[in-house]
Each structure stands twice: as structure tokens, then as C-alpha cells.
């Protein structure tokens, strides 16, 4: 599987620039924590790599194709799939309507249900009913059943208790296992980084580490000095 | 009064079949489509233009109309889902209030400001009940309405076409960032509905007020029978459309009550707009 590059990638917001020249790449089967400070850019980089926001300069790769001026549906089609911050589940619609939506088969549906049994449960339920949990582990589910190439994960464990958060991340760990790409922003920093292989810090829109996320763990005054820009 | 309602329940199904294209519009493309009737009127009228200047048969004209008038929808809903994809509700809806009017003004500079001489698609009666005569225009509108609603509710609720429209009105940048293309469905959207009306006022305009104004405000009413199933549910959208043409059919009847007919729209309108509204009136009361 070939790898989303992300060359020197600026965004815009109103009058200012919000991320400078980031480059980095996803390789498939590793995770990616993308952490920093709140207003640093993080979420604008998704943004803009899936397709929501334009990027200002740069480009975006998705293996040997260049997608900066794609579609966010041409980009999903190419296997890129985004998971916004707060709980983006359709609320009108059952979990199953949620899952059918990315899963096209029966049996992936089945499949996914399988991974999370507090969700086969409420399976004909709508999800606006589910508590906020269950409606992340359904945003959750419908990545999982598109069997995407590259996710990103903006904020998964927002508004979550850490005990539902730390339910969550063995999936996102199993799915890169399958093979993914997966770039993983989040807030509690300790336990991105626990989950993941590679790791970038943003500051101020620009980028201050990129490294190994275990010697970001192991190193608390790189972290601290990574998230001030010093 | 009998006589009068059934009378009225040809105007009935007309709204009720644009209360349900404007229900879709509502709930699926996040527009009040004021152009719905306007688009259906224009069609209309090119097929009547056709058929008494070009000498094109009565039905071939219609379905040339009919696609005319779909097509119309369409290119409003390409041009709204490519430059006003992010923009309100209420700024998608205006641009319609727009078109309404740019689609009566055009059609009193290319056909006049009188009505126009429709042959009629359906004549005749269909059947009598007790002496009250029932035309086959009567029964086509009521049971194409009530197919229409229920076709499009089985589209909504049993296909994955439906489903996806459904996600896309729901979120619609997150529907997109799964793949699902919210410009292709937008403008399918816009074109089916608006092939509905020009059907719908192809079949009924012959056996009613059919000049270009009349026909463009046959919005009103039919957001009166939308507004109450608060523009999400097609089955009160149809009721609505129903009773209020067999409500005034009825009140045409009555000589002192007969001017009504013409308010009872906007008094149906008023009434479910302050009704919608009286737990907000009470809780600032309190």
C-alpha cells in the first residue's frame, strides 16, 4: 500500500496562515500522533489534507496522485477517510443505516458489529439516542467498515470520559494493524503517543518535533519544549 | 358543499404533490423552493407554445414541457449546489424567490400576460357519486399524490439512494468525506421534483386559473399543506394539500364566505406558524 504524502502544506484562515510548510507522510500499518497546543492548527491540517478547507500553497499526495485540488468525495474514493471533530453520526439515521452507508455488504456490516457488541445491541436504534460514547464508537464503526487506507482522527476522545476513550484506541490500534495509514490528533497526549509509532508536534502552525512517539514519551522536556516552540 | 369540496380536491392534489416536492427540497437539499410552481408553470407554457405554434401534438408537447420544466429545476439546483453549497437556508431560498420572479416575468414577455388556451390532458368525468360528478383530473392528482408520498418515502427508507440522501442532509460535509456526492444527488433531487410539478400542473392548469401568476403562487397553498408536516413529513404534507383544496372548493360554495377561499392559505399558514411557535410565547410569558 503506498503512502499519503502531505509537501509543504500551508493553510489559511482569514488573513493568516494557521499551518506554514508542514511535510510529513503516513505510511501504511503505523500511527501517527499529531499533537500541540489548542489553536495550533491541528484540526486545519486535516482539514486541508481531507479536502474540507483549500490548501494555501503545498500539495497533498495520495500514493502516486496528486489530490490538492481533488474533491473531498475524489479523495475518499482514493481510500482517505476523516473522522471530524465532535461526534459525526448522522442522528436521524440507525447504526445500521450509519454502518450500511461505508460498508456496502451485509456481511462487513456483521463484521464490524462484531468489534464493538455494545453497538449490536442498539443496532436498529437511532443514533441521536445513543449516549456519546456510543455515537463515537458508531463514527468509529462506519470508518472501520469503509476499510479506508488513511484516517484521520481528529479529537476522538472529545467530550468522552477517559474510560471510554481508552475503550476506543485498541480499535484504532487494530485497525492499523489491517494495514492502515493513521494520523491521530488528540488532546490526551499520553495516550496518543502510547498507541503510536510516529509522532509531530505543531506549534503555533508550524512544526517543532517530528520523531519517534516513544522518545517523545520518554522524553518529558522535549514535549514541553516541543509544545512551546522553544 | 359537497359538490364544492370534491370540486376543490383537484386543487387539492395539485398542492398536495408540490407540498411533497417541497417537503424533499426542505429536508434533502436544505431549500424552500419558492421557484417549485414556477419552474412547473414555464414548462407549461413552452408545451402550449408548442402545440399551438409548432403544431406538435397535445401529449408530445406536455412531455416536452415536462422535461423542460425538470431540466429548469435542475440547472437551479446545479448552479445553487455548486456556488451556494455552504450557504444557509435561508440564502439558498432567496435565490429561488429570485427565480420565481425571473420565471413570471420571462413568461409575460415571451407569451403574454393572459392565460393560456390548454387542451386538456384528462377531460371528462371519471364517475359520479349521488349526482356529484368527479372528473378523471380529480382522481389522477389525489392518487398521484398519494403515490408519489409513498414512493418517495420507500425511496428514502428502503434503498441506498435514499439513504445516502437521507446522511447527506444531514451533515453534508460529512457525507461527502465518505464518498457520497452531494452534487450529482443534489441535482437529482431538483430535477425529479421539478419534473413532479411540471406534471402535475400540466394535468390540473386546463381546468383552472392558469395565467402565469396564478400558476407561479401555486406555491402558497402548497406551503401551507408542507408547513403542516413542518416540511419533514410527506404523509401530513399530502393531508395538508387535500383538505385545504376540498376547504376551499367548500368555501367557494358559500357566496358571503366565498372571497375566503383566496386567504384561507395564508390563514392556514399564519394558524401553524403561531401554533409551531406558542412554547416559545409561553416560556418568555413565564
Known amino acids: 500500500m503506498s503512502a499519503l504524502q502531505v509537501k509543504d502544506v500551508t493553510v489559511t484562515r482569514g488573513a493568516g496562515a494557521v499551518i506554514r510548510d508542514v511535510a510529513f507522510s503516513l505510511e501504511p500499518g503505523r500511527i501517527t500522533a499529531l499533537v ?3 489553536g495550533a492548527g491541528k484540526t486545519s491540517l486535516l482539514e486541508a489534507i481531507s479536502g474540507v478547507i483549500p490548501a494555501a500553497s503545498g500539495s497533498v499526495h495520495i500514493g502516486d496522485t496528486e489530490v490538492t485540488k481533488h474533491s473531498r468525495v475524489a479523495r475518499a474514493k482514493l481510500g482517505l477517510a476523516h473522522i471530524e471533530q465532535g461526534r459525526a453520526v448522522f442522528p436521524g439515521l440507525t447504526v445500521m443505516e450509519n454502518l450500511k452507508l461505508t460498508a456496502r455488504t451485509w456481511p462487513r456490516v456483521e463484521e464490524v458489529l462484531a468489534l464493538f457488541p455494545e453497538l449490536d445491541k442498539r443496532r436498529n ?7 456519546g460514547g456510543e455515537q463515537q464508537m458508531v463514527v468509529l464503526a462506519r470508518a472501520f467498515a469503509a476499510r479506508p487506507k488513511f484516517l484521520l482522527i481528529d479529537e476522538m476522545s472529545l467530550g468522552l470520559a477517559p474510560v471510554v ?3 476506543l484506541l485498541p480499535m484504532v490500534t487494530r485497525f492499523a494493524e489491517e494495514g492502515a495509514a493513521i494520523l491521530l490528533v488528540e488532546q490526551f497526549t499520553h495516550l496518543a503517543l502510547g498507541v503510536s509509532q510516529d509522532a509531530i508536534v505543531v506549534s503555533s502552525g508550524k512544526v517543532t518535533y517530528q520523531g519517534s ?3 517523545l514519551l520518554n522524553s518529558p522536556e522535549t514535549l514541553h519544549s516541543a509544545y512551546l516552540g522553544e | 358543499m359537497l359538490q364544492g369540496a370534491l370540486a376543490g380536491l383537484a386543487a387539492g392534489g395539485l398542492y398536495a404533490v408540490l407540498a411533497v416536492c417541497l417537503t424533499l427540497m426542505s429536508r434533502l437539499v436544505r431549500v424552500v423552493n419558492f ?4 419552474t412547473g408553470m414555464f414548462g407549461c407554457y413552452v408545451a ?3 402545440s399551438i405554434h409548432i403544431g406538435l401534438p397535445t401529449w408530445a408537447a406536455a412531455v416536452v414541457g415536462i ?3 425538470s431540466a429548469l429545476s435542475a440547472l437551479l439546483g446545479w448552479i445553487i449546489s455548486t456556488w451556494l453549497a455552504e450557504a444557509d437556508i435561508g440564502t439558498r431560498s432567496a435565490v429561488t424567490v429570485a427565480v420565481l420572479l425571473l420565471l413570471i416575468s420571462l413568461s409575460f414577455i415571451l407569451f403574454g400576460n393572459k392565460p393560456q388556451p390548454f387542451h386538456p390532458l384528462l377531460p371528462g368525468p371519471a364517475f359520479s357519486v349521488n349526482g356529484v360528478v368527479v372528473s378523471q383530473v380529480t382522481v389522477v392528482t389525489v392518487v398521484l399524490s398519494v403515490l408519489i408520498a409513498l414512493g418517495c418515502r420507500a425511496l428514502l427508507t428502503k434503498t441506498s439512494f ?3 440522501l437521507r446522511a447527506l442532509s444531514e451533515r453534508p460535509t460529512t457525507a461527502e468525506l465518505m464518498g457520497i456526492p452531494a452534487k450529482p444527488l443534489a441535482v437529482a433531487v431538483w430535477a425529479a421534483t421539478g419534473l413532479l410539478s411540471t406534471l402535475v400542473i400540466t394535468i390540473v392548469a386546463p381546468s383552472q386559473s392558469n395565467d402565469a401568476t396564478s400558476l407561479s403562487m401555486l406555491v402558497v397553498p402548497a406551503s401551507a399543506a408542507a408547513l403542516l408536516g413542518g416540511f419533514r413529513r410527506l404523509d401530513l404534507a399530502v393531508v395538508g394539500g387535500l383538505v385545504l383544496g376540498m376547504a376551499q372548493g367548500a368555501v367557494a360554495q358559500v357566496d358571503s364566505l366565498s372571497v375566503v377561499r383566496y386567504f384561507l392559505p395564508f390563514l392556514v399558514i399564519v394558524g401553524l406558524l403561531l401554533w409551531s411557535q406558542r412554547k416559545e410565547v409561553w416560556d418568555v410569558a413565564r
Open chain 1, 36 to 38: 500541540g497546543p489548542n
Open chain 1, 125 to 131: 436504534s437511532p443514533t441521536a439516542l445513543l449516549s
Open chain 1, 165 to 167: 476513550f481508552t475503550r
Open chain 1, 213 to 215: 512517539a516513544q522518545d
Open chain 2, 35 to 38: 421557484s417549485q410552481s414556477a
Open chain 2, 48 to 50: 402550449v407554445w408548442l
Open chain 2, 67 to 69: 422535461v423542460l420544466g
Open chain 2, 162 to 164: 435514499g439513504l445516502e
